[in-house]
C-alpha cells in the first residue's frame, strides 16, 4: 500500500518474521506456566469457561457455501480493482494497489453486517488458509536476511515495539484480572497473524482458536487503517 523502496521492505519482512515468531514461542511456552502467571494476574479462568466453551470448535463445511464464498470473494476483488483504477491517488493513498486493498477490507468488514454472508463464511478457511499461504511464501521470497545488518535500526525497533506492547499487556491483564490464555491469544493477535494467532490460542485451550481468528481478522483490518493513517503522520513530520 506504501510502496515502500525495497531496501527497507526486505528487511521488515526478515525482522517481521523473526520478532512475531519469537514473541509466538515465548506465548506457547509460557503456557505451562499459567497457573501460576494466572495466580500473578489475579484472573479467575473459571469465570470464563462457559462463554468459551460456548464456541463451537468445528463448522461444517457445505458445498455451497464454498462455491458462493469463492464467487463473492472474486466478484469483491474484482470490483474493487475497478474501482481503485479510478480514484485519485493522495499522500495517504499513494497508489492504486492501495485503494484496491481498503476498498477489499471495507467491503469485506461491511458486508459482514449481512446474514447470508456471514453463512458464506464457515467454509472461508478451505479457500482462506491456501490463498494466505501463497501471500505469506510471495512476501518471504523477497526477504533478504542480508539487509538486516546494512539496517540494524529496524531489529532495534522491532524489540522496543514487542516490549512496549508486552508492558501494557502485562499492565492491562493485572488491571482487568485476564487469564494468560485470553492474554496471549489477544497478544498474538496483535504481534503475529491469522495463522499463528489461532495455533497460540489453541494451545491453552481448543476453544480459543476460534476467538484468536476473530482477533487476528478484526486486528489485521485495523491495523491497515492505522497503519495509513501512521504512515500520513509521519510523512507530515518529515516534511514530504
Known sequence: VLETPEAIFTALIVVDAVIAYSWMALLMALSSHQIGLNRWLGAEP?????????????TPHRFGSVVGGIAFALFLTIVSLFYSAHLPTSVLVSSRNGWAILLV??????????????????????????????VLAAMGAQGNPTALWETP?????????????????????????????ILATASQANIGGVVSTPLVGAIYNQHLAAIGLLLALGCNAIGTYLGLISAALSRWLLGF
Open 105 to 134: 477490507s471495507t467491503a469485506s468488514l461491511l458486508s459482514t453486517l449481512y446474514k447470508p454472508i456471514r453463512h458464506l463464511g464457515y467454509s472461508s478457511s478451505i479457500m482462506g488458509q491456501p490463498a494466505l499461504y501463497i
Open 46 to 58: 473459571a469465570q470464563q469457561k462457559k462463554e468459551v466453551l460456548a464456541i463451537p470448535l468445528h
Open 153 to 181: 535500526i529496524w531489529i532495534l525497533l522491532g524489540l522496543l515495539t514487542v516490549a512496549f506492547h508486552a508492558l501494557w499487556m502485562l499492565l492491562g491483564g493485572k488491571w482487568l484480572r485476564i487469564p494468560l490464555g
